[in-house]
């Protein structure tokens, strides 16, 4: 049995004072939104490493190995080129900061640019390490499940979710072992890294077992860009509520986080269990619409007055 790959920790987030710095009147301040993160990293544990010497004089590597930390266990807030290519030589995860004091030209390079930190919170810099780290995201938990992105060691379970009876009676069945595990590599670094959702898996809590999946797709609507509520439970936790918990969950995320005016259901005329499920969650048949040759029932919800 091949031994299990150990996943890095987060535990510390590093910069050069200096650099986050700002210059007003003749006077150097901390912005309150470097301050303010600081303090919301503390609270939830995660060591903060204000380093008092400039670039120059100590490198990040002797950082590291002065705090005595793995080169995977932090994440650098750079403001200059420098250090975004000391954090790319050494492996670690990088946010850039758009500081007006120090021009930046490499910058778009890093995984997330930053304006400001006043909208950015704990989780917002633990997702930035993850998404380094190819680490899946933990998008909500409800009273039974936890929803959260697949990830390539997911696949054994994906592949016996599919093959419960009636799991593609509606939908599209897996590839072969070999192409799904393409298909899903480019969708992780692609759909997930990009946009930050995607179709997500369906864990029951109790059981650690994989019950389903569900999430939000990209979909182009009488030619508009629209995002579509996709889900299915497996055939032996179905009727039990499953469903209705963890889509109502993903509604409300996407009113908070992805302010989206309207969702669509796209559900063939067949499938009656999902045509239930769209109108006990708001939803309201709207037409019909044609994708692939197959003709789907539009459901939709507002999700301003849902």
Known sequence: MRKEEKKPVFRAVLFYKRELQQKKDGEVYYPKDVRHLCEELRAHGITVIAEEKAVSQITLAEILKREKLDSTEVLVL?????????ARRERVAAIAYA???YPMEERMASSLLVED???MDEV????AWQRYHHLPWTILETKRCVVRELELADLDALFALYEQPHMTDYMEPLYDREQEERYQHAYIENMYAFYGYGMWLVIEKSGQKVIGRAGLE???LHGKAELELGYAIATDH???GYATEVCEAILQYTAEHLGEQQIHCLIEPGNTRSIHLAKKLGFACKGTVTDQG????DYIRDMHNP
């Open 294 to 297: 197959k003709q789907y029932l």
């Open 124 to 127: 917002e810099v633990y997702h």
């Open 218 to 220: 990209n979909r182009t």
């Open 238 to 240: 179905q009727n039990q």
């Open 117 to 119: 930190f006043s909208d």
């Open 99 to 101: 500081n007006p004091d």
């Open 78 to 86: 750079a403001a200059t080129d420098e250090v975004l290519h000391m």
